[in-house]
């Protein structure tokens, strides 16, 4: 009989949602619960719920306005803010954020989810697998009697992650770096409660655990990605190790991807893109995508402003449509650009992170990661896009951050949960 848990997450922007979708197999009828909007949720916790979603959008679109946008968005920052990791010190006093976040659950936000679960689970409860904390929050709090397990989807993490009394808490962490994981400990939770396990990639985009299809696509990648064979000359030997042979040809041109935020942050950016690769576009020396998301609005945009040119748009009308689309899409790009957000983990399916500004105190940590781990560069003028995009190329420095991604970065966090959570 296959083992199934309940598999949480939240509708708020797409991080949360997109960590949870390569779980879902793990799911009871492969289904993935959204904690603000599943089906017979109360009155009281959808207005909650909404407010919560709607003041996020609200202060992620607000950064756009002149002069006031960033005031607000700094102020919203420095209460998610994540205080420096040295010297290392006990971090395990709550901060405000986390303290508002459990001041709505003890007046009764989330029970009715929660004893939902527990009655549908029957005799034997099932696990709970959750991406957003304030789901586990709500679990330990109404005393789910299954096991309660949280994905994190950043590389390093707040406060607000760990629970108000750590070292009473049951609450086990799946932990997507060596960061948050040690993290965890100067928060307080106990050694026994976190496991490392990388951050859940999509099985679409690996294969079996011998990664059969990830490598398959970084070989026709790399080709693409080293034009001048500069990065092949230097490290033949480790490319023939790890992936073997690569082929005389790609199987398909080079191809730039560019996906905006949640909040369809940074879509002007997404047209500049394709505004200065204009030329390139139309005599096919590159291929762009545009990831719209799920947003019509966005998509939209996509397409008035890229008429006349051989541009593709990923747009769904469902979230896992969307993802689906995306993974697909992924498979036969090159190169990812993107703000710092969960997309960082997926430079380990070799993959290049072209870094757009980041939007946050976590964006700017996971940047922090990307350039420190060596699976990605900063953005340069986009006007100029045309030079140092094709610079970087003949140097072999996007092959370079490709192959560091896929050798150092963990591609197994998927098969690593689903084994903690059912041997």
Known sequence: MKKTAWVI????????????????????????????????????????????????????????????????????NKIQRILNFYPK?????????????????????????????QLRSGKKPLPIIATFFTAVFMAEHFKYP????????DTDISRTWAPLNPKKSRIKYFAP??????????????????????????????????????????????VNLDPSKNYFKNYKELINLKLGRLPQ?????????????????????????????????????IKVILVAGVRPKIKDYFLENTKRLDVEIIFDDTMEGYFQKFNQALRRADILWTKP????????????????????????????????????????????????LFDWLNRGFLAEAAMQGFVEGEKMGTFNIKKI???
């Open 421 to 423: 959570c059912f041997g």
């Open 249 to 285: 040809k790609s199987n398909h041109p080079l191809t730039l991807m560019f996906a905006v935020g949640g909040a369809g942050a940074q879509k002007d950016l997404g047209v500049k893109i394709v505004k200065n690769l204009t030329r390139e576009i139309k005599t096919g020396k």
């Open 177 to 222: 770096t060596e960061r948050v994981a040690e993290r965890l400990k100067l928060y307080g939770v106990k050694s026994k409660n976190i496991f490392l396990t990388g951050y859940p990639l999509p099985e679409e985009n690996i294969g079996s655990q011998k990664m059969d299809v990830l490598k398959a696509d970084l070989k026709n990648r790399l």
């Open 146 to 153: 299954g096991e309660i397990y949280c994905v994190v989807c």
């Open 341 to 388: 957000s969960e997309l960082s983990f997926y430079a380990a399916l070799g993959i290049p992170i072209i870094i757009a500004p980041p939007i946050g105190s976590q964006e700017d940590f996971n940047q922090r990661w990307l350039l420190n781990s060596g699976f990605g560069l900063l953005q340069k003028d986009v006007n100029y896009i045309n030079e140092w």
């Open 89 to 117: 010190r006990d971090l395990s006093k709550p901060n405000f954020q986390l303290k508002q976040t459990l001041a709505p659950i003890n007046k009764g936000w989330g029970e009715h989810l929660i004893k939902t679960l």
């Open 9 to 76: 997450a939240v509708d708020m922007g797409y991080g949360h949602q997109r960590t949870a979708y390569p779980l879902r197999h793990l799911a009871v009828g492969e289904k993935v619960i959204n904690a603000n909007n599943y089906e017979g949720i109360s009155e009281e916790d959808r207005i909650a719920w909404k407010r919560a979603k709607d003041g996020y959008e609200f202060v992620s679109a607000f950064t756009r306005t002149p002069i006031i946008g960033p005031l607000v968005f700094g102020l919203f």
